[in-house]
């Protein structure tokens, strides 16, 4: 994880907190896998699909012969969620019906064979689900629920003609069909917010009247989009809160059509709500929030309903935190703490129950406690701080997710220098026997720390280091070299070391590999170094190599601020 840096690193960390309720598969099976000598096919289950092991055009023969589309399923030994959807689904004798409508595909990542259909579909998460025509067309990349009815149905509805390539085909014939555009929304990847923006707003301007029930929906979902827009912007909170006084009236306009008994879509119950105030707290209007928060407890009259109320706490904690109000705030955490107790002690005996929302609870308190960790550690405020992270930790420890707190605590070491004299103690003694990818992670690490704490000959001294290290060098592979020199480069960034030995670092490792992440970084370098028009001609080349919405975003954002910088 550490190679991973910025924005990028803040995702994972998100994932980290609990975007993602299952733990990666444990060492023994993800061993077994391994072991498993893959061929042509496989079964999950009783049910047999197609590997890797046969080429795409194999796959479209196949597929014609059968007169079927290709479900193509992108999975990873090492990755829960993957390995729950096929225990739970595809291993289930039901899920027949499904196989019974399409060409069965499983891509195993860890599988050398998989690197073409991996590079061809720019894959970059786990699990992913595609379907494939008969003739190779590439139907849809999906989110469908993951049960038998939710594959089902999803495939159903791509084999009526409602796949996002065929409506979108649809679309370009009849650009003032609504319904085609309010069905090609639902349709598109959820990373990628701005088609989904530029959509609905086509879909408006037909027709921008609240009271119609077309636009009604449209509206809902373009306040949630610019509310998901603005969360993947990662942790620069000037670019965040531009961001939202430029479209405030546009969110704001649809809050006051239909605040709080006209929600009938995407903005209805908590989820809204939640939505709501995470926008004022990132314009910093955290009492005007709480107005929404309070009004929300009046209609409850302090009933709350824990499984669907308290999403919004990690907002709400948030404006009561920044409004002055810790008391309450602490008193809440308490509140809540005792409702969660008492309903798991009436759920013991309803096993799976108790574990589902186990895992919903953990994903919320693991966001009420970085508020808090956020807060305090803006405030300097150590000791509270710490206290928070502490009990974050101990959700992880619970939840048997003890291997991201190391992790965590460097990042919050980085950013206020939490649990930072215990961290340095600890990698000073790892470094001196520490090898090959351990090694240069650990320096790394180090290095930002001490930077943070100004302590700034010391940084760069373990990062010159590194770099000269000639042994461990040569003992590298090119491309895991180029991370190791691209995370050395971008540590320098991050701690504002920059200098002309990072510029020879961060070149070398766009020689080796020249992916997005390390573009971006010689780019950032160029710009830190007053080189502009090199700055924006490498970060031209990050954009198009990038694949993920959030990048994209995130190197366009840069980029502009360069260019205007040069006028």
Known sequence: MKRLRGIYGIVLFLLACGLVFNGVLSAADTKKDKETK??????????????????????????????????????????????????ETFSKDEFQKVADQVVLLYIEQTDPASKDYIKKNKISAYPTFKVFSKDGIDLETGSPERTVEGFFSWIKDIKAGNSYYELSQRLKKEPNNREVIMKLVDKVAWDNVEERVKLLRQALKLNPD?????????????AVDLYMDLSMMGEDKKAKADFARKHNDEFMNVIKAYYPDKFQHDLKG??????????????????????????FLKTKKDKLDIQKDMQIFPGALTALLHANQGKKADEWVKKLQDMIKKEAEADKDKEADAKKKSRFYFYMWTRIYNAFVEYYGEKQDVKNAEKYAGLMFEEYTKNNRGQFVDYIKVNYAKKYLLFAEELIKKFETQIKTAKGQQLADTTQNLAAIYAKMGKTDKAKKH??????????????KPKQKSRVLNGIAWTMVEAKLVDKKTLEIAKESVKLHENSMNLDTLACVHADLGNLEEAIKWEEKAIKKATQYFMVKDFTRKMAKWKKALK
């Open 463 to 476: 990062l010159y280091d590194l770099y000269e290290n000639k042994d461990l060098m040569e003992s590298f």
């Open 38 to 87: 893959r061929g042509k096919t496989m079964q999950i289950g009783k049910i047999n699909w197609y590997t890797e092991q046969n080429t795409f055009d194999e796959m479209i023969k196949i597929a014609q012969k059968e007169n079927k589309p290709i479900f193509m399923v992108f999975s990873a030994t090492w990755c829960g969620p993957c390995q729950q959807v096929k225990k």
């Open 210 to 222: 609240v009271n119609d029930p077309v636009s009604h929906k449209a509206y809902e979902k373009l």
């Open 270 to 295: 908590p989820r809204g709500l939640s939505f709501i105030l995470g926008w004022f707290n990132t314009l910093g209007k955290h009492k005007d929030g709480l107005f929404y928060f309070e009004d």
